[in-house]
C-alpha cells in the first residue's frame, strides 16, 4: 500500500460538514498521517481460480443451500446467489413485536442472501469483465424488485459487499450480500430526510447539486488581511472517473481516506429504475474505479454498499429529492477511541489530494 503524501503543501486540520447529513461531519487533519500507528492490514489475496474445499467455488453446490438464482441458469454459471446459512434477519420463524416501558422490540424477520459474484475464487472487482459486472449489477435489481415484490413487510434491500477480514468477510471467494428489512437503517433514513429538507427549501435534489458543483464550480478564496490564496476550488478537483451515465466523485467531507462515491449522472432516485443498456456504464465506471483504488492502495480491506431510495417512498415525495448511489470504503485505518466515542470520523489525508492521486493513475 502507497504511503500517504505527507508533503503536500500546507496542512489541513478542519471539521468539513457533510453537505447530506450534517451530523456526520468530518475532522480532516493530515498532520495525524505523521504519527505512529497501525494500519489495517493488507488483506491476503488468494488468486487461485478454484479451490477444492470453497462452497462458493463452481463444482461444489452441494456445500451451499439450493440456488435462489443464478445467470446463467445451467451447470456453468456466473454468478450464483444462495440463502445465507447464518443469517441475521430471517422468515423461519415469527415473533410478536412487545413493548415494556421504554423497552421495545421488532420482529426480526427478513432475508438474507449471499451473490457469489464470479465463479472464479480469487478474482478482483477490477479483474472482471466489464459484461460480468454489468450482469451483477442486474442480478442485484433483480433480487432487490424479487424481494420488495414478495411480502409488503419488507422496507428497505440493501446490498454490499465486504473484502477482507477487517471489513467482515469470512469467505475469500468474492462475493456480495443482500439483506431485506422491515424497517429503513437509521443512516439511510437520515439521507433521505436531509434531501427531502434540502428539496423543500431549494427546489431541487442536492445529490445533483453537488455533481453539478464538481464538474462546474471553481473558486479562488483569499485570507482577507493578507490577500493570500487561501483555498482553490478547481472544476473537477473532486471527480475520480466518469462515464457517459454514471460518475465517480471524492466526497468534500469524506469519512474514510479513499472513500468514493458512485451516482448516476441523471436524476435517479431508485436504482430499480436503472435501464439495462445503462448497466454496461455503470459497470465500467466501477472497474475503472476500484481499479484505480487497487493502483493506488493495493490490496486494502473495503466495504462497499447501495443506497437506494425506501421502498415505500418510490412513488412518493422523496422521488424528487433522493438520489441512488454506490458508497466504496476502503479500510486502511483502525478507528479510534476519539472516533468511536464522539461519532466524528477522522480523515488523515486531504480528499483533493486522495482524489488528485486516483485519477492520476493510468489505465
Not at 444462495?82 to 423461519?92: I, S
Not at 433480487?143 to 471489513?167: C, H, I, T, W
Not at 429503513?184 to 455533481?211: G, M, Q
Not at 462515464?243 to 441523471?266: N, Q, T
Request: proline residues 6%.
Amino acid at each position: 500500500m502507497s504511503e500517504p503524501n505527507t508533503n503536500e503543501p500546507g496542512e489541513v486540520r478542519e471539521i468539513r460538514i457533510n453537505p447530506v447529513v450534517p451530523s456526520e461531519s468530518v475532522l480532516v487533519a493530515t498532520a495525524r498521517s505523521m504519527r505512529p500507528k497501525k494500519a489495517e492490514e493488507l488483506a491476503p489475496r488468494d488468486t487461485r481460480k478454484h479451490v477444492e474445499t470453497c462452497p462458493f467455488c463452481r463444482g461444489n453446490e452441494h456445500k451451499t443451500p439450493p440456488a435462489i438464482l443464478a445467470w446463467p441458469e445451467k451447470a456453468d454459471w456466473r454468478i450464483r446467489m444462495v440463502e445465507n446459512l447464518y443469517p441475521v434477519l430471517g422468515d423461519d420463524r415469527e415473533q410478536v413485536n412487545f413493548n415494556f416501558g421504554l423497552q421495545q422490540t421488532i420482529d426480526g424477520y427478513g432475508r438474507h442472501e449471499v451473490i457469489i459474484d464470479h465463479y472464479e475464487h480469487g478474482i478482483a472487482v477490477h479483474e472482471m469483465a466489464e459484461p460480468h459486472l454489468a450482469a451483477l449489477f442486474g442480478v442485484y435489481q433483480t433480487r432487490m424488485r424479487q424481494l420488495f415484490e414478495s411480502d409488503a413487510r419488507l422496507k428497505y434491500v440493501l446490498v454490499f459487499k465486504n473484502f477482507g477480514p477487517a471489513a467482515g468477510a469470512s469467505i475469500p471467494h468474492t462475493h456480495s450480500q443482500v439483506i431485506a428489512m422491515p424497517v429503513v437503517p437509521e443512516n439511510v433514513d437520515a439521507e433521505v430526510r436531509n434531501s427531502a429538507a434540502h428539496y423543500a427549501k431549494h427546489h431541487h435534489c442536492i445529490f445533483c447539486a453537488l455533481i453539478d458543483e464538481a464538474l462546474t464550480f471553481e473558486a479562488t478564496i483569499y485570507d482577507r488581511n493578507s490577500g493570500a490564496v487561501r483555498r482553490k476550488i478547481n472544476v473537477g478537483q473532486y471527480v475520480v472517473e466518469r462515464g457517459e451515465k454514471f460518475i465517480a466523485i471524492k466526497p468534500f467531507a469524506s469519512r474514510y481516506e479513499w472513500e468514493v462515491h458512485i451516482l448516476p449522472l441523471a436524476h435517479q432516485a431508485d436504482f430499480l429504475d436503472v435501464r439495462g443498456e445503462d448497466m454496461a456504464d455503470l459497470a465500467r465506471v466501477m472497474k475503472r474505479t476500484m481499479a484505480r483504488l487497487d493502483a493506488v492502495i493495493g490490496g486494502a480491506q473495503y466495504n462497499f454498499f447501495l443506497h437506494s431510495v425506501p421502498h415505500d417512498a418510490r412513488q412518493g415525495a422523496h422521488a424528487a429529492s433522493y438520489h441512488w448511489h454506490l458508497e466504496i470504503c476502503p479500510r486502511t485505518s483502525i478507528p479510534t477511541g476519539f472516533e468511536l466515542g464522539s461519532g466524528l470520523f477522522v480523515n488523515t489525508i486531504n480528499p483533493e489530494q486522495a482524489a488528485e492521486r486516483l485519477r492520476a493513475v493510468d489505465l
